[in-house]
Each structure stands twice: as structure tokens, then as C-alpha cells.
């Protein structure tokens, strides 16, 4: 069974950083994509960055600020997120995809960033 624990959110100043970490297990085939979305209250599940590979793919909003990194010995994607600013405030889920198709999420974990 497929598992996605998400870590490393919490309050933080405008300005300030945090790294979210995903830990998974239970993964026995190929990753196709591993990858960060967030979830604002009122709007709609957005994707934030992903790597896939070698390649990384970013959120025009988040470019510059924001990096997305992989441990491939342990099938952990990092989120490390610089310069916050209070838009960036929303609950972050991990996302894998496998091969050959089936994606799973974690639990998600809170960002707050005050102004």
C-alpha cells in the first residue's frame, strides 16, 4: 500500500522559509512524477512544482522562491520554499504518480505565512 506522509509546514513570517518534506512507502513500481500542490481555503487545488526525472516544472507564482528536489535512494520529494509570502498560505499535499498510471496524496500539511 502506497503511503505519502507530508512534513515541515507550520507559521512562519512573510519573508521567512520552511522545507516540506514527503516521505512515501509501499511503492514497488516506477515514479512517473513526484510533486507539491496547495489548497487555499475557497480555491481550487493548484500544482506548485513537480520534478520528474531531472526536469522541474514550477508555478509561475512561485518561480524564483520556490525549489523542488528528490531523494531517488529513498522516494523523498522536498519542497523547499524561500521568500513566503502570505498568498502562499494554504494546506500542501504530495502527489506521486506511477507508472502506469496511478497517482496517490498524502494528508497535507499546513502553511501559514503572516504578513
Known amino acids: 500500500q502506497v503511503q505519502l506522509v507530508e512534513s515541515g509546514g507550520g507559521l512562519v513570517q512573510a519573508g521567512g522559509s520552511l522545507r516540506l518534506s514527503c516521505d512515501t512507502s509501499g511503492i514497488t513500481t516506477r515514479i512517473i512524477t513526484m510533486g507539491w500542490y496547495r489548497q487555499a481555503p475557497g480555491k481550487q487545488r493548484e500544482l506548485v512544482a513537480s520534478?520528474?526525472?531531472?526536469?522541474?516544472n514550477y508555478a509561475d507564482s512561485v518561480k524564483g522562491r520556490f525549489s523542488i528536489s528528490r531523494d531517488i535512494t529513498k522516494n523523498t520529494v522536498f519542497l523547499q520554499m524561500n521568500s513566503l509570502k502570505p498568498e502562499d498560505t494554504a494546506v500542501y499535499y504530495c502527489?506521486?504518480?506511477?507508472?502506469?498510471?496511478?497517482?496517490?496524496w498524502g494528508q497535507g500539511t499546513q502553511v501559514t505565512v503572516s504578513s
Open positions: 520534478i520528474s526525472g531531472g526536469s522541474t
Open positions: 502527489n506521486v504518480r506511477l507508472w502506469p498510471g496511478n497517482a496517490y
